[in-house]
């Protein structure tokens, strides 16, 4: 049965999932979630996810939410993208806790702020922007040793932190000072089944 992604072409770990969901050749049905709306708080969509957060994926009668999680449960069901033997798998594993501890809030509060905030806290912008920078350096670091984050060969690592750092000139964030990121950004961009949010995941007319 093909799986339903509940969630928004704007959310970075929505698109995760349907990255994670591309790359694998994977067909999905999409389900916009009208955030502003407050459909993510809904009890029909408490009763997928307790987090009241995008993105769910409905996998058969089974709701799975937390995006890096979403990825591991796919990761072991498709065989794809599970950063190989046991040390890959390690790796692949201290990378996702990293996205969602600094990488995530780094870039996509910063982006937030500036998009959709009209007048942002400059304090708070700070503060999340400092944290970007240093998500980035520390990437700038790991991909300077391997093409990818776990080896020679993309894994959800990858997909998880791509799907933020693409977007990161939205938050402000300048990829030409981090030339491994930027190198790792084209070679992700060039792999079969990567797309641009919008298209995997088409808004409602
Ligand atoms: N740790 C969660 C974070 C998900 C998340 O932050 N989702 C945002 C959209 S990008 C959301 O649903 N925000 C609404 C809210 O938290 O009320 C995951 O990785 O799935």
Redesign the pocket.
């Known amino acids: 049965m093909a799986m339903t992604l509940h969630g928004?072409p704007l959310?970075?770990?929505?698109y995760k999932v349907a990255l994670m969901l591309s790359m694998a050749g994977e067909p999905f049905t999409f389900q916009y979630v009208n955030?502003r709306q407050g459909e993510?708080?809904t009890p029909g969509f408490l009763a997928m996810n307790r987090?009241?957060?995008?993105?769910v994926l409905m996998d058969g009668d089974q709701p799975l939410?937390?995006?890096?999680a979403i990825l591991l449960h796919l990761a072991g069901r498709l065989g794809k993208f599970g950063g190989g033997d046991a040390a890959g798998q390690r790796t692949t594993l201290e990378w996702l806790c990293w996205e969602?501890d600094q990488l995530?809030p780094g870039i996509?509060r910063p982006r937030f702020y500036k998009r959709f905030m009209p007048n942002p806290d400059p304090t708070l912008l700070a503060h999340y922007t400092e944290r970007g920078e240093g998500a980035l350096k520390t990437l700038e670091a790991g991909l300077a040793k391997t093409p990818y984050l776990g080896g020679d060969q993309p894994s959800i690592a990858d997909i998880s932190v791509y799907a933020t750092v693409v977007h990161a000139a939205e938050g402000g964030f300048d990829l030409d000072r981090w030339p491994s990121v930027k190198g790792w950004v084209e070679r992700m961009g060039g792999q079969p089944g990567v797309r641009p949010a919008a298209d995997l995941m088409p808004m409602p007319q």
């Open positions: 928004s959310s970075f770990p929505t955030l993510h708080k987090f009241g957060q995008v993105p939410s937390q995006s890096n969602a995530l996509a």
